[in-house]
């Protein structure tokens, strides 16, 4: 197999969360992965990158994005930057002939993802969006279950998503709060996750009709001066949807939910049963059906295990626990097989502005007070 060569845009968070599934990607699936070679590390700072390239693995660093991305040995680009900085990066790398892994929200606006998607139809690349809660062996089973009938048909479903990391009104303004450079606050950071899943477990959102707030209008800047910056983008959002198959549903998000790390809750009613899905506990699945005698019928936890396939490439044992980094790495596994020809499981560009039409209608629907179809 021809090696995969890698150049990763960023540090960060996200930028270290790639740099290690691409790391231990072969380790865990073996000798079907081609060999991985980090190539380049760009990031801003030239001694920043030089310093989290020797960390991460890379051969060599940059301060030049563009560099980064027009290097003709490498393959694929990994963006792990600012929101407001991936359709540029993503559409230069496109029309580099490079395939793309880019987090998510896609982009700032609705158009910007257009441009996006289309950037990758033209080109014919790989693209995957940064949806890697959608690797989960819990989720897996779950549309499993769905699809032979273990709940019988669906109808109802509830999901909420909730953070505390703004929870507290005291902590500093940042480039997050802003329209230009983050676009949509909740909606676009962590509601969209809320989204992708839903459209895997039980199809696309066709209409909204919604209510977003800013629990914290003002925040003091990070100087300490005493000045305050405003708070452009929404804190919570909530909305009422229907699917294309006509079921209804109600859709809770906040990012100042005290106590909620990283709380994605779903609930999928069905005519037999209710299948219960919780992102603080990863590794467990609830499943509630209506049969057998009703004094001992309950909920019953289905623990994730080697039989819950790519579990077992990480731990040979039971109730060990998968964990977030270890979805990035089956995300890069299916960014390989996509890459190969062979079945993958991703959000590639094209399904990923079908997430950002639902997180932009539900802004706008807010906004105009009034059921929106999702365009």
């Known amino acids: 197999m021809k090696p995969l060569r890698i150049a990763l845009i960023g540090t960060g968070f996200m930028g270290k969360c790639h740099a290690l599934a691409w790391r231990n990607l072969r380790a865990v699936f073996g000798a079907g992965i081609p060999d991985i070679h980090l190539e380049v590390l760009a990031e801003s700072n030239s001694e920043l ?109 509830r999901g909420a998503v909730d953070e505390d990391y703004l929870a507290d009104g005291g902590k500093p303004w940042s480039w997050r709060m802003t329209l230009a450079e983050a676009g949509l606050g909740t909606l676009g950071d962590i509601t969209c996750h809320l989204v992708s899943l839903l459209h895997y477990l039980v199809g696309p959102i066709t209409e909204v009709a919604a209510l977003t707030a800013v629990a914290h209008e003002n925040r003091p800047l990070a100087d300490g001066g005493g000045a305050t910056g405003v708070v452009e983008n929404d804190d919570i959002a909530h909305a009422l949807v229907r699917f294309a198959s006509g079921v209804g549903g109600v859709l809770q998000s906040s990012r100042v939910a005290h106590g909620r790390k990283n709380l994605i809750r779903i609930e999928i009613h069905g005519s037999l049963g209710m299948i219960v899905f919780d992102q603080e506990r990863l590794n467990e699945l609830q499943l509630y059906t209506a049969d057998g005698p009703a004094e001992t019928r309950g909920f019953r936890t289905i623990l994730t295990g080697p039989q819950h396939a790519p579990y077992g490439l990480f731990c040979p044992a039971p109730g060990h626990q998968l964990g977030f980094n270890d979805l990035k790495v089956i995300e890069a596994a299916n960014i390989v097989a996509a890459i190969e020809g062979r079945p993958s499981h ?29 365009a």
């Open 49 to 157: 990158a030089a310093q989290k390239a020797a960390e991460f693995g890379f051969a060599r660093s940059t301060d030049d994005w563009r560099a980064a991305v027009n290097d003709p040995v490498v393959d694929l680009v990994s963006i792990t930057t600012p929101n407001g900085m991936h359709r540029e990066m993503a559409v230069a790398a496109l029309n580099a002939g490079k395939h793309v892994w880019c987090e998510k929200p896609m982009a700032l606006t609705l158009a910007d993802a257009g441009v996006m998607a289309a950037a990758a139809k033209e080109a014919g690349r790989v693209t995957a969006l940064g949806y890697n809660y959608l690797q989960n062996p819990a989720i897996l089973t779950a549309r499993r279950l769905i699809d032979e009938g273990a709940i019988g048909r669906i109808i109802d479903v």
């Open 346 to 374: 991703l959000i590639d560009f094209a399904s990923g502005y079908r997430i950002e039409a639902v997180i932009h209608a539900i802004a706008c629907s807010a906004q105009e007070q009034r059921w929106l179809a999702v």
